[in-house]
């Protein structure tokens, strides 16, 4: 199994709301859940086949107003690849038609390349913005419910 980019920490966080907490615990994050915070993202889901699970190197990263409970993720061994839709986010622009991203004044991105773990674009995108998608179901044993405080307190 691949492995994610060197930048990766071997816990990221994922944010969901209050009324998931208890499925989450039970089945845990799962690929094509409905409930999916990604705004503006949908586009990307036709690129990556599913709607993936979203995950964030820090809890600034993530959509704080929006989703208050925080897991903890354990991605040691889980391979990770670009969060497109925080791409565009970062001023990225997009054709799916053509397969590609671009920055104002960058290089085009061939979303093949993004998807790809071993790929410098991939490992790039992920240190840009911070965050990951992974593509497949992420079992409860690897998660821990924490709060805000939690993280604050590791911090100092």
């Known amino acids: 199994m691949k492995t994610s980019p060197k930048i990766r920490k071997p816990r990221w966080f994922h944010r969901t709301t209050t009324d998931r907490v208890t499925m989450i615990q039970g089945n845990g994050l799962q690929i094509n859940s409905e409930n999916n915070l990604t705004l503006n993202g949908d586009w990307s889901f036709q690129i990556y086949g599913c709607r993936p ?3 964030a190197t820090s809890l600034e990263t993530m959509y704080a107003d929006h989703a208050p409970i925080i897991f903890e993720v354990d991605i040691q061994e889980l391979t990770l690849v670009a969060d497109l839709p925080a791409l565009v986010d970062s001023g990225a622009y997009y054709d ?9 004044h960058g290089p085009e991105l061939l979303f093949r390349d993004l998807l790809d773990p071993d790929t410098k674009e991939c490992q790039a995108a992920i240190r840009k913005t911070k965050t990951a998608a992974y593509l497949t179901n992420i079992g409860p044993d690897r ?14």
Do not use: C, Y
């Not at 799916?96 to 104002?104: N, Q």
């Not at 805000?148 to 590791?154: G, L, M």
């Open 143 to 156: 998660l821990t419910l924490i709060d805000a405080a939690t993280i604050t307190k590791r911090k100092k």
């Open 53 to 55: 699970i979203f995950l």
């Open 96 to 104: 799916i038609d053509d397969g590609s991203m671009w920055f104002k």
